[in-house]
């Protein structure tokens, strides 16, 4: 069946050729809009396969706009731009789009796009399958509870990874009887429970004030998905969601409501703290399941039929267990994470996990190891960047006897290490361009040849790539493959940098505090206010691992009752930290300089620079060398 595609273009010659060319490659070119309006009458028509999509179109409206909602759809596309203005391109981005072409592009440029999307399109179907089932099999396996509260618990940790929500408010209502309960997220499977008593405590109002707004909400006929100026008209339409998005910080919601026949009613109303969590695919996942959702709530909540229910929440501590017992935290951000590798986890896809160095990459990867059908098969290591450009294709792939100089015996690669398991490329930036080819054959064929030798070996190995590097900018300057980029891009996860999750900062201080009071022999009764107000001062270039190393230091050099800021705090650190003016680059050029001071400029070893900062070596050498560092002594290796 051939595929319809929707140009969205205001350039006629641009437009004309895309259309020629798509029908040349045995496309349907289900129309050609320039405006959103056009656009979405086209789509009323014919819902297309994908759409391209120009960014700046006629009419007040760009084609950034018709990207929101083209999300909240679920239809895919492609941008078209000439331009590269930054703050666009951020604003593009925050729209997950299938793929950038920038103007003037080859067609050669156009097939690659559209094949890589494709690829996304039909893999996201299959595992929005994967997850419908796996979120029914879950959903029908939750046993009957004595405590209403408890069952209601296990519903919202199964939802969370495919429904990220922060705040979910649930109304049943049956002819005898209604269930009116919120549930609000407090930590990685962790949330408290808020009924008409927790309402009308939080909120200073009485709790009849509380049930009238509630009953009230229960009679609008709420549904969609609402943010920015919606979300607001919403607010000023229900009393409900005014008075819960205060409380919760709540940005978005995605109202939902299951038709049940004469009398019987259910709605879900999911709340974020931020925008762009809620599409059109999760809204459909919720509305497929109404059934089982209906026997849960009537039959194995364990809730009495009378008028209402207010159960009383419960306090929750922050530290992650299970799987993420590594992980400390409570921050949105870091718990988006989680939940985003929950999600993830059960799949076979491959995952791109991009942040700073120091930020616990690997960590998140050994997460989704341990999450996946594949967690008692190997989990391999290797980082792209340590490994020297002559032997990296033997390192991965192996050799067999006699295949170059020096290799006098056969040699397993990691990808064979690997199989039936997860490879972890780290550093993946690093990646010389024509080993970016082979792995790119890999990652399609599911297969590989020893250096040497003439047969293939098939495989299943997941990959899970990391980087600390803007892969995209390396795709501009021709440093990385567009086509391998968007094949790891498949399911990108971001890990924050700590400047991005301050809240967690005392946390995982006390935590290393504990950790090296341990290792030390020496005990302190915990961080003073004075030390915690310096440490949530600093941005932390260096991430988790500055914060970790400071704790070591904190732990050898201080003595007394309580850590107090000392000389492990450096001074100079503190001032930069409370410039508004100095970029995050100035800073983190600052701190390197120091530790660089610290080590008599010495990068390697055990004492060297590159183990404080806790980077490799190359990728230390590669930040002194871009951010412009010159050598006061001459740089010792």
Not at 136 to 150: A, Q
Not at 350 to 360: R, V
Request: hydrophobic share 40%.
């Amino acid at each position: 069946m051939k595929k319809h595609i929707l140009i969205v273009e205001d350039e006629f010659i641009v437009a004309n050729d895309l259309s020629c060319y798509l029908e040349e490659q045995n496309f349907v070119v289900s129309g050609i809009a320039s405006t959103v309006e056009e656009a979405l009458l086209f789509i009323d028509k014919q819902p297309p396969y994908i759409v391209l999509l120009d960014i700046h179109l006629k009419g007040k409206l760009s084609g950034i706009d018709l990207a929101k909602r083209l999300q909240q759809l679920n239809i895919p596309f492609i941008y078209l731009s000439a331009y590269s203005n930054k703050l666009i391109l951020e604003q593009a981005k925050k729209t997950n789009p299938y793929g950038f072409l920038v103007k003037p592009f080859r067609e050669k440029d156009l097939h690659i796009a559209l094949e890589i999307a494709t690829y996304h399109i039909e893999h996201h179907a299959d595992t929005n399958t994967q997850s419908e089932q796996q979120l029914f099999e879950k959903l029908s396996s939750i046993p009957t509870g004595d405590k209403g509260e408890e069952c209601f618990e296990e519903i919202a940790k199964v939802l969370q990874p495919g429904i990220p929500f922060d705040f979910l408010f649930c109304n049943l209502v049956r002819d005898t009887y209604t269930l009116r309960l919120g549930i609000h997220r407090v930590g990685i499977r962790k949330y408290q429970i808020i009924g008409v008593n927790e309402f009308s405590n939080i909120l200073g109002l009485s709790i009849s004030e509380v049930e009238g707004i509630i009953a009230e909400r229960s009679l609008l006929k709420v549904q969609g998905i609402y943010e920015d100026t919606e979300f607001d008209r919403l607010k000023d339409l229900s009393r409900f969601e005014k008075m819960v998005s205060t409380p919760f910080k709540l940005q978005s919601c995605m109202a939902l409501s299951i038709d049940q026949g004469h009398e019987k009613r259910l709605s879900f109303s999911f709340y974020a703290k931020h925008k762009g969590v809620f599409n059109r695919t999760r809204a459909d996942l919720i509305q497929s399941l109404g059934i089982v959702f209906s026997d849960i709530l009537e039959n194995k909540v364990g809730l009495k039929k009378s008028g209402g229910t207010s159960v009383k929440g419960h306090a929750t501590s922050h530290k992650n267990t299970g799987t993420f017992k590594e992980i400390i935290g409570k921050s949105p951000k870091l718990l988006n994470v989680l939940h985003d590798i929950e999600r993830v986890a059960p799949m076979k896809t491959s995952i791109l996990i991009m942040g700073e160095s120091g930020t616990g990459k690997e960590l998140f990867a050994k997460c989704i190891h341990r999450l996946s059908p594949r967690s008692e098969a190997p989990f391999v290591v290797i980082n792209c960047g340590a490994i020297p450009e002559n032997l990296i294709e033997s390192t991965l792939f192996g050799h067999v006897k006699g295949a170059f100089t020096g290799a006098s015996t056969h040699s397993t690669g990691k990808f064979e290490q690997a199989n039936g398991g997860t490879i972890f490329l780290d550093e993946i930036g690093e990646m010389p361009l024509e080993m970016q080819v082979r792995l790119l054959r890999v990652l399609q064929e599911n297969e590989i040849e020893r250096i040497g030798d003439t047969k293939t070996i098939p495989l299943d190995v997941r990959v899970i790539a990391a980087t600390n590097k803007n892969l995209e900018h390396e795709v501009e300057t021709g440093n990385f493959r567009l086509d391998l980029y968007y094949r790891l891009h498949v399911f990108p996860v971001y890990a924050p940098p700590l400047r991005e999750r301050k809240e967690d900062i005392p946390l995982l201080a006390q935590y290393f505090l504990d950790k090296y009071m341990n290792l030390t022999g020496k005990f302190f009764e915990g961080l003073s206010e004075k030390t915690l107000e310096a440490l949530l001062r600093y941005d932390f270039p260096g991430n988790i691992r500055e914060l970790e190393n400071l704790m070591e230091r904190a732990v050898i050099v201080e003595n007394g009752k309580t850590l107090t800021p000392g000389n492990w705090i450096p001074e100079n650190e503190l001032i930069t930290s409370n410039n508004d003016f100095k970029t995050f680059e100035t800073k983190q050029k600052e701190y390197i300089v120091e530790v660089l001071d610290h080590t008599n400029w010495r990068v390697s070893g055990p004492k060297g620079a590159a183990k404080i900062l806790g980077m490799k070596e190359k990728t230390l050498f590669a930040k002194i060398k871009r951010l412009g560092i010159e050598k006061r002594v001459g740089l010792k290796s």
